[in-house]
């Protein structure tokens, strides 16, 4: 299979899970963009590893928890006295 018959098929799934992770479309449509982009340069390795939809959803997790970590980090707040 190459990478755009994966992306085809799979992209509504895929919305789909990052919606139900992010609780919000557009952040979900962002992850996603940015997970298939990195899974186009590295198809090879991922198609060959037997099981791309597992590994391409895995790095949509890691990529919603990758974004939380950040945003928390720019969203600390001091605390009052």
């Given at each position: 299979m190459t990478f755009e018959e994966f992306a085809a098929t799979r992209l509504?799934?895929?919305?789909?899970?990052?919606v139900i992770l992010t609780g919000d479309s557009e952040l979900a449509?962002?992850?996603?963009?940015?997970?298939?982009?990195?899974a186009q340069v590295k198809?090879?390795?991922?198609?060959?590893?037997?099981?791309?939809?597992?590994?391409v959803r895995q790095m949509v997790l890691?990529?919603?928890?990758?974004w939380r970590r950040r945003?928390?980090?720019?969203?600390?707040q001091a605390v009052g006295e």
């Amino acid at each position: 299979m190459t990478f755009e018959e994966f992306a085809a098929t799979r992209l509504r799934g895929l919305l789909r899970y990052a919606v139900i992770l992010t609780g919000d479309s557009e952040l979900a449509q962002d992850v996603v963009q940015e997970v298939l982009a990195r899974a186009q340069v590295k198809w090879g390795r991922i198609e060959r590893a037997g099981a791309p939809d597992a590994y391409v959803r895995q790095m949509v997790l890691n990529e919603y928890l990758s974004w939380r970590r950040r945003w928390a980090v720019r969203n600390i707040q001091a605390v009052g006295e």
